[in-house]
C-alpha cells in the first residue's frame, strides 16, 4: 500500500523511518517477528537528508556496526532499491525537537564509543531488558533519543521497543509507505544515478548479506 507524501509538515515535526531492506540478516528477524518493518531510524527533516541510526557502518560488512549517519543516496539503502518503508511523523514542541536535536549532535560527538547491542536483540524476544552501556540497536536508540528529549512513548526501557512499536503508536501519522526510492521527497536524479553504479556483482551478494 502506498501513501501519498503530505506536504503540510512544520519545523516542529520529527520523522521515524522504518524500513526493510531483504538482507539475511532483516529476512532472518522479520521471520521471526513477523512485522512488515526491521529497521527504524531517527530523522531531523522529510526529506531525510538528517537521518541517524544504529546499523551497518560500511554497505557490504554486517558485522560493523555502530552509530551511522545514513544517506539514503550513498549508503546502505542504495545498495538495496527495493527497500520497502513507512515514513512516520511525529507532533512535537519546539523545545522537543531542539533538545532531540541535541541528543544527536551528542552521539555524532562520541560516536566511537557506541557499539551495535547484538545482545539487546535477544533481550527483545525474551522480553528481558539487556541494556548495555553505550550500545544500541537501531528502534532502541530511536526510543532513547525521543526520551532524552522528553518525548515519553511507552511505560518499558527503549531496550524493550521494536520498530513494529512505532508503526503502531497512535502518535505517529504514516506520510508514506511504499518503495523508499518512491519517496516524492528524495532527488530523482541522485537515485537514478546511484542504481547506474550498483556494481552488478553487488547486486547478486546482496542476498547473502
Request: hydrophobic fraction near 35%; include cysteine.
Given at each position: 500500500?502506498?501513501?501519498?507524501?503530505?506536504?503540510?509538515?512544520?519545523?516542529?515535526?520529527?520523522?521515524?523511518?522504518?524500513?526493510h531492506?531483504?538482507?539475511?540478516?532483516?529476512?532472518m528477524?522479520?521471520?521471526?517477528?513477523?512485522?512488515?518493518?526491521?529497521?527504524?531510524?531517527?530523522?531531523?527533516?522529510?526529506?531525510?537528508?538528517q537521518?541517524?541510526?544504529?546499523?551497518?557502518?560500511?554497505?557490504?560488512?554486517?558485522?560493523?556496526?555502530?552509530?551511522?549517519?545514513?544517506?539514503?543516496?550513498?549508503?546502505?539503502?542504495?545498495?538495496?532499491?527495493?527497500?520497502?518503508?513507512?515514513?512516520l511523523?511525529?507532533?512535537?514542541?519546539?523545545?522537543?525537537?531542539?533538545?532531540?536535536?541535541?541528543?544527536?549532535?551528542?552521539?555524532?560527538?562520541?560516536?566511537?564509543?557506541?557499539?551495535?547491542?547484538?545482545?539487546?536483540?535477544?533481550?527483545?524476544?525474551?522480553?528481558?531488558?539487556?541494556?548495555?552501556?553505550?550500545?544500541?540497536?537501531?528502534?532502541q536508540f530511536?526510543?532513547?533519543?525521543?526520551?532524552?528529549?522528553?518525548?515519553?512513548?511507552?511505560?518499558?526501557?527503549?531496550?524493550?521497543?521494536?520498530?513494529?512499536d512505532?508503526?503502531?503508536?497512535?502518535?505517529?501519522?504514516?506520510?508514506?509507505?511504499?518503495?523508499?526510492?518512491?519517496?516524492?521527497?528524495?532527488?530523482?536524479e541522485?537515485?537514478?544515478?546511484?542504481?547506474?553504479?550498483?556494481?552488478?556483482?553487488?547486486?547478486?551478494?546482496?542476498?547473502?548479506?
Open positions: 500500500m502506498i501513501h501519498a507524501a503530505n506536504a503540510n509538515t512544520t519545523e516542529d515535526d520529527l520523522y521515524v523511518l522504518l524500513t531492506t531483504g538482507t539475511l540478516f532483516t529476512r528477524i522479520q521471520n521471526f517477528t513477523s512485522a512488515p518493518y526491521n529497521h527504524a531510524s531517527l530523522a531531523l527533516d522529510a526529506g531525510l537528508s537521518l541517524y541510526s544504529f546499523g551497518r557502518k560500511q554497505p557490504t560488512n554486517p558485522l560493523s556496526a555502530g552509530f551511522v549517519e545514513e544517506d539514503v543516496y550513498e549508503g546502505t539503502y542504495s545498495r538495496y532499491p527495493d527497500t520497502q518503508c513507512a515514513l511523523r511525529l507532533r512535537v514542541t519546539p523545545s522537543q525537537r531542539e533538545e532531540a536535536i541535541r541528543v544527536v549532535r551528542t552521539f555524532q560527538r562520541d560516536r566511537d564509543a557506541y557499539k551495535y547491542n547484538l545482545i539487546g536483540l535477544l533481550g527483545v524476544a525474551l522480553n528481558r531488558d539487556l541494556n548495555r552501556k553505550n550500545a544500541y540497536f537501531c528502534s530511536v526510543a532513547d533519543a525521543l526520551l532524552r528529549a522528553g518525548i515519553e512513548l511507552w511505560d518499558r526501557s527503549p531496550a524493550l521497543v521494536t520498530p513494529d512505532f508503526l503502531k503508536h497512535g502518535s505517529f501519522e504514516t506520510v508514506y509507505e511504499g518503495n523508499l526510492y518512491d519517496y516524492p521527497l528524495l532527488d530523482a541522485r537515485i537514478d544515478c546511484n542504481r547506474r553504479e550498483v556494481p552488478s556483482s553487488f547486486l547478486w551478494r546482496r542476498q547473502i548479506v
